[in-house]
């Protein structure tokens, strides 16, 4: 503090809530994780645990982009006047475009029928970005021509990446390794998923309202294309989680099923961090649902 190193000791516990990306850094950070790692950058071990910044588990997500026949969002987002128009609906009537979220419908599928749950979520996004502005967010500047979206991403991936600190300085960034389709189900679950969204495009009543397919566009047909496709195109949806996972196994786990960490007292982890396995859906509800069931822990652990 200006300057100046400065000890905060903490009369009860610590709880450490970072979430999914500096949880697992500032725990590597104060001599809590890989000794490999840490020794490579003389950080004294205090705890060593290989799982703080392993089995990282993200949903996936690519966007397949259509031209329509019919005005979509981007006639109004596009111009500087419809920003002014929905700007002002919605700061005086809290209505219009902006009051809506960025996906205007969504669902689950299964890419086959013999599962038992869904394994894909599906987005539909009123609007385009196949042509931003150089340096500018792409939701900004909508596509010139009447556009929408349809995309998907993956429930539960198989594939797992890490989350590790790059030097002892906490200034800079953790190298973020996703991995994502690292695994063949991933791979072959996502194949499935795109050729579904198109035979959702083929049905009647989306076909006479397209134009075309813009992205990736029709010359992309065969299965090494499509593949070669989502490999280049995916990012994520911001679903991270598992990199402190719980678990009452010391080896497999970095905290216990009360939040604590395995090895060291008085200190615990709540966020999405935490999570054993990925959900099926947005990590918003449960990641709320964690820190209110991690404060009950914390309550009923100092009666």
């Not at 000791?9 to 500032?26: D, F, K, Y």
């Not at 009452?248 to 982890?269: E, I």
């Amino acid at each position: 503090q200006n300057g100046e190193k400065k000890t905060v000791r903490a009369g009860r516990e610590v709880i450490l809530s970072g979430g999914s990306v500096n949880s697992p850094q500032l725990l590597q950070l104060s001599g809590v994780g890989p000794s490999a790692l840490l020794g490579g950058l003389d950080i004294p071990v205090v705890h060593a645990n290989d799982n703080v910044g392993a089995n990282l588990q993200d949903h996936v997500g690519i966007n397949y982009t259509f031209r329509g026949k019919l005005p979509t969002l981007n006639q109004i987002l596009r111009p500087w006047w419809g920003k002014l128009l929905v700007g002002m609906q919605y700061i005086l009537l809290r209505s219009g475009p902006l009051s809506l979220s960025m996906n205007n419908a969504g669902g689950f599928f299964r890419t086959d029928p013999s599962m038992t749950r869904p394994n894909m979520q599906l987005y539909f996004q009123a609007f385009s970005t196949v042509i931003p502005k150089s340096g500018e967010r792409p939701i900004l500047t909508p596509d010139p021509w009447p556009g929408f979206s349809i995309g998907l991403s993956n429930c539960r991936p198989s594939s797992r990446g890490e989350i590790m600190i790059r030097s002892k300085n906490p200034r800079d960034y953790p190298r973020i390794t996703a991995n994502a389709y690292s695994t063949n189900a991933d791979v072959d679950e996502m194949l499935a998923a795109v050729k579904f969204v198109r035979r959702i495009a083929a049905m009647p009543a989306m076909a006479e309202i397209i134009e075309e397919e813009v992205l990736p566009g029709p010359s992309i047909t065969s299965d090494a294309d499509l593949i070669q496709d989502f490999r280049k195109r995916s990012g994520t949806v911001y679903h991270p989680v598992s990199t402190c996972r719980m678990g009452p196994d010391p080896a497999r786990a970095v905290v216990d099923p009360r939040l604590r960490v395995h090895g060291l007292g008085g200190l615990r982890v709540i966020d999405a961090s935490i999570f054993p396995d990925n959900i099926t859906g947005n990590t918003n509800a449960a990641s709320i649902l964690t820190g209110w069931k991690g404060a009950e822990l914390v309550l009923e652990d100092q009666k």
